[in-house]
């Protein structure tokens, strides 16, 4: 008897991946864009394995130098915006550049390979993560926020916000409190 | 971390048929892998989401005025659900209204489109969404904060 099957790509990977992590006892969180992302003190030679079990499907693990190197910059770049007590009056670039040993070419090189954008971009938009975050908490009024992300005026913070949001963050704040009192209706 | 390139699963519910065709036209210039599925009408998008085996978008662009169930009512059955966290949501609309634009937010959208006049700038528009929300998965953003209006 002949069967005809049809397949979802997508689906068949997810699933596989689920199957092997589970298999090697992994604790894993699978990634919206594919992928998956596990704790850091899994033993290499499980990841080898899961490399080499997932390969059997034609599914390949990227897990090279520049991957990992990627992943570090954002890391860091992402520890300094919000853990600026740590790093008082760094310049971003320096610190990258000395910490990684490598020019701040070769750096921001890789790093668009992988966002399709550039350091500083990716920079501002965690500051105005970090903002937001500030916004909510409710702690600090605009003036302290620019300050303590290093802006020159509210106006600057303002007009940065707008740019990367298109909404001002007045307009922000009104959302976020509109949306918790539907929240709680 | 270890990731794999996956193509960005796209959809686009409009029931206008030219702005349907510009839509993929602008799509095919961006650098991100991705691949486009068509709706002519809120119903047609929601019968295909309550599928049990639906794919589901990374990002859903819904036009604010259509026929059967406009993109507001798609957009509050969409936000209702759980299952749907992880879709961005784009909504296109005609109006440049602070109240419009606010209160789409409001009801859970991550991105407001003010539909440009003409393809040129459609590219433009196109490009700079994909490309915040590209930014968004990569950088670990919040979910519940993630706005961009355009």
Redesign the interface.
């Known amino acids: 008897m002949r069967f005809y099957i049809n397949y979802?790509v997508?689906?068949a990977?997810r699933v596989i991946l689920q199957e092997q992590l589970e298999l090697l006892n992994i604790k894993y969180k699978l990634?919206?864009?594919?992928?998956?992302?596990?704790s850091n003190t899994v033993s290499k030679e499980s990841l080898e394995t899961l490399k080499a079990n997932l390969s059997r499907y034609a599914?390949?693990?990227?897990?090279d130098q520049k991957?990992h190197l990627f992943?570090q910059i954002?890391e860091t770049i992402?520890e300094i915006v919000f853990e600026k007590e740590k790093y008082p009056n760094t310049n971003i670039s320096y610190y990258l550049s000395d910490k990684f040993n490598l020019s701040y070419g070769h750096l921001a090189s890789i790093f668009s390979e992988?966002?399709?954008?550039t350091i500083e971009?990716?920079i501002i938009?965690?500051k105005i993560?970090k903002v937001?975050?500030l916004i909510?908490e409710e702690k600090l009024n605009m003036t302290e926020i620019s300050y303590e992300l290093n802006y020159s005026s509210v106006a600057h913070l303002s007009s940065q916000f707008k740019k990367v949001?298109?909404?001002t963050p007045s307009?922000?704040k009104?959302?976020?409190e509109?949306?918790r009192q539907?929240t709680n209706n | 971390?270890?990731?794999?390139?996956?193509p960005?699963?796209v959809f686009l519910a409009d029931d206008d048929e030219d702005d349907r065709t510009f839509f993929s036209e602008a799509i095919e210039d961006i650098?991100?892998k991705n691949k486009l599925k068509l709706f002519n009408d809120g119903r047609d998008l929601m019968d295909y989401l309550f599928n049990a085996?639906a794919?589901l978008p990374?990002i859903l662009f819904l036009d604010l005025n259509m026929p059967y169930k406009n993109g507001l009512d798609c957009l509050k059955e969409i936000r209702a659900n759980d299952r749907f966290k992880?879709v961005s949501i784009a909504i296109y609309s005609t109006s440049s209204s602070?109240e419009d634009?606010?209160n789409t937010?409001?009801e859970?959208a991550n991105i407001?489109i003010k539909k440009p006049n003409d393809f040129s700038e459609l590219k433009k528009v196109i490009k700079g969404v994909f490309?915040m929300n590209?930014?968004f998965?990569?950088?670990?953003?919040?979910k519940e904060?993630f706005?961009?209006?355009?």
């Open positions: 979802d997508n689906i990977c990634l919206p864009l594919g992928g998956f992302e596990i599914i390949n693990v990227i897990d991957n992943q954002k992402v992988y966002t399709y954008t971009n990716f938009i965690q993560e937001k975050k909510i949001t298109g909404l307009m922000f009104r959302i976020i509109k949306r539907l | 971390m270890t990731t794999i390139q996956t960005l699963q650098k991100m085996d794919i990374h992880d602070d634009i606010e937010f409001i859970g407001y490309n590209w930014q998965h990569l950088s670990g953003l919040n904060t706005f961009f209006s355009i």
